[in-house]
């Protein structure tokens, strides 16, 4: 049986709040065993909430007080210098405290990683946290980062992010050797910048690391690689381009099967055919990004996400405090200190 | 009536060359009155395929001959300085010579915008040519550039990016005041890099410029905006993720389709709704990007696109050519010269 599990929940955070994150957790504590949960937030907020899940009496749940709430709109600076006694913030400090392995949070991403990173401090090696998830791809999946925490990212802080990969898609997918590719553009002569070329060359020369080359944008949905590097400018805009175009493809699809009497039935019969597509490329079952560089495991939830979706991301702090990731990235990195 | 316009025809370039360009130009020619076509390419390979498509006796086309073709894999510096008679090239310098308004190739970008640099000469008031073309849309589509002739593009080269793609929309869409936005990333306070900050405040300090803020990666097929301004590493990467995204979803409806006697039947129902999709987010549809910023009209099209794609590239040169899209690009600059 794994070794017991706590993670810390900031129930308030998200467009919803209580209503997705509480029913969540209700789902989590079932499939898990050996897991406990720590449920931060306003205590009279809440105990309606769990009662009606039945999470109120619940051995493997405890509540802890947390007056304030970060607000989706929140500037960092109000979360990280005003807001002490948010929600987010007190689920961050139990695990600074060993009290939690992992902390998830739906609130807004630019505190998360703020706050996350003056309470947990970064891993020796380790200059800036990146953020990454995994990407469905035409066989399964691969992990990608950064998708927005650093912006005119260096060479070096490509080389870290490959490494940090590494050690998450090792520890979460069980691949010894997963093949490592750093995000260009493909035309011959204007093959990326000076950056790319630099990092190219820092990843190609680095030990214990199976670094394949580039991939394109179109590249990283082939199924041929396992970690996709790039600043976090780049890879945040090619992550919302991906869900504006699955958005708008769904929205094409609702508008058609409208349009007549032949393509609503046509719709209708094509249920069980868009069933499967939705399952492979459900955003709930990819919910979930991690904070990596930290001295502990923050996992950061879509804000708008369901039920379902914030339980996804619940399922990847598990696994990576199960998997212990942020040691496993101390080790990756101390060769490059 | 419209007045003439003379396409020059790279008829070698792309992945299949004559099977595609040739077929293309007998649709265009057909579709359009005014239109004259120049085939350049090599005569004795030319001539039984314009036979096929009985073209060669046709009072509006006509042939130039060139004895090299850039392959796909040509550097840069073989199709610049080595293949001085090229298709390609051959084609770019009738546009030069005045003998035609615009130039259309599948050959490969990189030599395409360095031969069309090179022999056509920037703008007055342009540092760098862009590429630009239409992304499909919820509600229609929206122009985007740069789309990978660029990296590292600096603040100005963003505003003049602004400026090329609005008078493009003008000329092609008829739109007086395009919403013109910057792609950006969404937190607060990591909200972009530098180059990004700066051009945002050129975009709202300039004249004539209906500049509406920042867009997302998801933003880009809302339908809001006109026209997405973005470096060309950010752009190219975005615009392969689109297809990337979209390709995969093809795949996995034909997967799908193919899973179960229950899904081919709801596949074979799918038809017209899938057939609805696939015409508002046809690649075919959507092929063809200008080289804007140069004396003269250069369209790419997909190295590997079909008839009807090539067929869609030559509109694109068509209509920009009869609008005289450098022309107006050269008005909208010289205030920033």
């Known amino acids: 049986m794994p070794a017991v599990v706590t993670l810390a929940v900031d129930a308030m955070g998200g467009d919803h709040g209580l209503p997705v994150t509480v029913p969540a957790v209700a789902r989590i504590l079932a499939r898990h065993d050996n897991l406990h949960v720590i449920m931060v937030g306003e205590p009279g907020a809440l105990a309606p909430e769990l009662k009606k899940e039945k999470l109120d009496a619940h051995p493997r749940l405890s509540v802890q007080a947390?007056?304030?709430?970060?607000?989706?709109?929140?500037?960092?600076?109000?979360?990280?210098?005003?807001k002490k006694d948010s929600s987010m913030r007190v689920a961050i400090n139990l695990v600074k405290e060993g009290r939690?392995?992992?902390?998830?949070?739906?609130?807004n991403t630019g505190a998360l990683m703020a706050v996350s990173r003056f309470v947990l401090k970064t891993l020796p090696g380790v200059d800036r946290p990146a953020i990454c998830t995994a990407i469905p791809t035409a066989s399964g999946h691969c992990h990608m980062l950064d998708l927005g925490a650093n912006v005119d990212s260096e060479p070096e802080h490509l080389l870290q992010f490959a490494m940090?990969?590494?050690?998450?898609?090792?520890?979460?997918?069980?691949?010894?050797?997963?093949?490592?590719a750093l995000l260009n553009i493909g035309e011959e002569d204007i093959k990326g910048n000076e950056q790319i070329k630099e990092a190219a060359a820092l990843m190609s020369q680095a030990g214990d690391l199976n670094y394949v080359g580039f991939v394109e944008g179109n590249g990283i949905f082939l199924g041929d690689v396992d970690v996709v590097v790039c600043d976090g400018?780049?890879?945040?805009?090619?992550?919302?381009?991906?869900?504006?175009?699955?958005?708008?493809?769904g929205g094409m699809i609702r508008e058609e099967a409208g349009r007549s009497w032949l393509r609503k039935l046509s719709g209708l019969f094509a249920l069980p055919l868009?069933?499967?597509?939705?399952?492979?490329?459900?955003?709930?079952r990819y919910n979930g990004a991690s904070l990596v560089g930290l001295n502990g495991v923050?996992?950061?939830?879509?804000?708008?996400?369901?039920?379902?979706?914030?339980?996804s991301a619940l399922e990847v702090a598990v696994l990576e405090a199960e998997r212990n990731v942020p040691a496993l990235i101390r080790d990756a990195l101390a060769p490059l200190e």
Do not use: C
């Not at 950061?300 to 379902?308: C, I, L, Q």
């Open 66 to 82: 947390a007056s304030e709430v970060v607000a989706m709109d929140d500037p960092v600076a109000v979360a990280l210098r005003q």
């Open 100 to 107: 939690a392995q992992a902390a998830v949070s739906a609130g």
């Open 164 to 180: 940090m990969g590494q050690a998450v898609v090792r520890a979460v997918d069980g691949q010894k050797s997963p093949k490592v």
């Open 233 to 249: 400018f780049v890879g945040n805009v090619s992550l919302k381009t991906m869900e504006g175009v699955a958005k708008m493809i």
């Open 274 to 284: 868009l069933g499967g597509l939705k399952k492979r490329m459900d955003p709930d």
């Open 298 to 311: 923050v996992v950061k939830s879509h804000g708008g996400t369901s039920v379902e979706g914030f339980a």
